[in-house]
């Protein structure tokens, strides 16, 4: 009878080794590697669905953008034709003044009439400077006005260290931005004007029997890259705001500063490269979906459905996706009347016990303010609870 007992503790004895093991690999950290060097004054790397920042370096230093500050010029001028300000058809007619304007051209000519798309295509895919102006003063008048524009778009936008003077990027003493509000920028122009963000990944322009080439190199180089634009001054150096998609994940790499235009694509690679290698993102939850329920006091009925206002996404190291733990926590003193969209909890993610997202629960029906019975059942009800 001996032996069959000590077959037992035997396979005991290895199922609880086997346990062990896999607690101390459940526990132990997950390793990303660091992002790789980058010959840059200042980089920024980010997620596009999910915002997260992937890899930075002084992300936040105000720094001249040069011509990166074209695409703040075309996303005023994107919301202007959303609005119905502005057509793509209708006719911009030249001035001396943006005809004068120095750097890179579309070589428009003075007192000519150019179609609004036209324009825009050469401001994006030839860095056409006087472009730039045409459109500028087109919208609202003078450069200087369209620029008070485009800074109140970088304050709606959260842009806390950008501050535009002019619709080109030529050097002036105020005029500055930083790899952060970039890439915010370039999300907005992306999320918001898909048709439009089409002219970014187009390799080249021809206008008054003229062609030129797209300077983002990387259009050449990787077929996922599909925007934004490159820049350069003598103050600001040699600065790219790229995108990329790769199946389902959209990459956004801002380098600023570097030394010649092969170094800004090559570092612009490197940094999205290394996203794309080392993470994930996926869609955790929809928006507007019922993820729990919130009691409610005092309302005409007692329970609200609590979700998300819009899709979550989520970015995780490689492989370690599945890993990811997600935990409500709904508020208990909700009271009627209730808002759609009322904040009534959070949601936190978790990934190896520590926390990488918290964002708030919403209510997904508003809910009327009961009757008097209903408010008096649910204070005596408050109280009880209380004691």
Avoid at 112 to 131: P, R, T
Avoid at 137 to 152: D, L, R
Wanted: glycine share 8%.
């Amino acid at each position: 009878m001996s032996q069959p007992f000590r077959t037992t503790i035997s396979l005991f004895s290895g199922l609880l080794l086997l346990l062990t093991a896999f607690s101390l690999q459940a526990a132990s950290p997950i390793f990303t590697p660091a992002a790789p060097s980058v010959a840059a004054s200042s980089y920024f790397l980010m997620d596009f669905d999910s915002g997260r920042v992937l890899a930075e370096k002084d992300a936040d230093k105000r720094v001249s953008p040069a011509s990166l500050t074209k695409i703040m010029t075309a996303y005023v001028v994107f919301r202007e034709l959303k609005a119905g300000h502005l057509t793509l058809d209708e006719k911009v007619t030249i001035s001396q003044n943006a005809w004068e304007t120095g750097g890179s051209k579309m070589f428009v000519e003075v007192n000519k009439q150019v179609a609004v798309e036209d324009l825009l295509q050469g401001m994006i895919i030839q860095s056409g400077n006087d472009a730039s102006v045409a459109l500028a003063e087109h919208v609202a008048g003078s450069e200087q006005t369209f620029a008070t524009m485009m800074n109140e778009q970088a304050s709606r936008l959260g842009m806390a260290n950008s501050n535009f003077e002019n619709a080109t990027g030529l050097p002036s003493p105020n005029h500055y931005s930083s790899a952060h509000d970039l890439a915010t920028l370039a999300r907005a122009v992306i999320k918001e004007f898909p048709e439009y963000y089409r002219w970014d990944k187009q390799k080249e322009f021809t206008y008054n029997g003229i062609t030129q080439q797209n300077r983002n190199l990387l259009l050449w180089r990787d077929p996922s890259v599909d925007g934004l634009k490159t820049g350069f001054t003598d103050d600001a150096g040699y600065c790219m705001v790229a995108s990329a998609k790769r199946e389902d994940m959209r990459l956004i790499s801002v380098v600023m500063g570097t030394a010649s235009a092969g170094a800004r694509s090559n570092e612009s690679q490197s940094l999205l490269n290394y996203g794309f290698r080392f993470f994930e993102t996926h869609r955790l939850y929809e928006g507007n979906k019922p993820l729990g329920e919130a009691r409610v006091r005092k309302g005409v009925t007692s329970k609200v459905p609590v979700g998300l206002p819009e899709d979550l996404y989520v970015t995780a190291p490689r492989k370690h996706f599945n890993e990811l733990k997600a935990e409500t926590q709904i508020d208990k003193g909700v009271f009627a009347p209730l808002n759609k969209g009322d904040t009534v909890g959070n949601l936190n993610i978790s990934l190896a016990g520590e926390s990488i997202l918290s964002k708030p629960l919403v209510a997904l029906d508003a809910v009327a303010e009961g009757g008097i019975f209903r408010r008096l059942y649910d204070a005596a009800i408050g109280l009880l609870e209380k004691e």
